[in-house]
């Protein structure tokens, strides 16, 4: 049996699961913090997920091609980029 996730003949995750998981476990979280009054009740918290997920995405590939050694030098740092959307969406 399969969940459309797994290729049947092989353990292997498909291509896009690890990406997929992490958008739906991040949606899971904020769905937690819309309960604790952490994030706004009107917050699609799947595209916010979403949202963070591309933007850590576009940071990484903007490092990968600057041949830096670390991504701690980018600017601006990931760090301010994330939560600047997270205060936006806050309760």
């Known amino acids: ?7 049947r003949s092989s353990p292997t ?3 896009g699961f690890h990406s997929r998981y992490t958008r739906l476990t991040a949606a899971l979280h904020f769905d937690l913090a819309k309960e604790r009054r952490e994030v706004a009740r009107d917050i699609d918290t799947a595209l916010l997920s979403h949202n963070l997920y591309a ?18 030098r980018r600017q601006p740092p990931l760090r301010q980029m994330l939560e600047l959307h997270l205060r936006s969406v806050a309760a």
């Open 55 to 72: 933007l850590y995405f576009a940071f990484m590939i903007r490092w990968l091609r600057s041949g830096e050694p670390s991504p701690d």
């Open 1 to 7: 049996m399969t969940d459309g996730l797994l290729l």
């Open 13 to 15: 995750p498909r291509p």
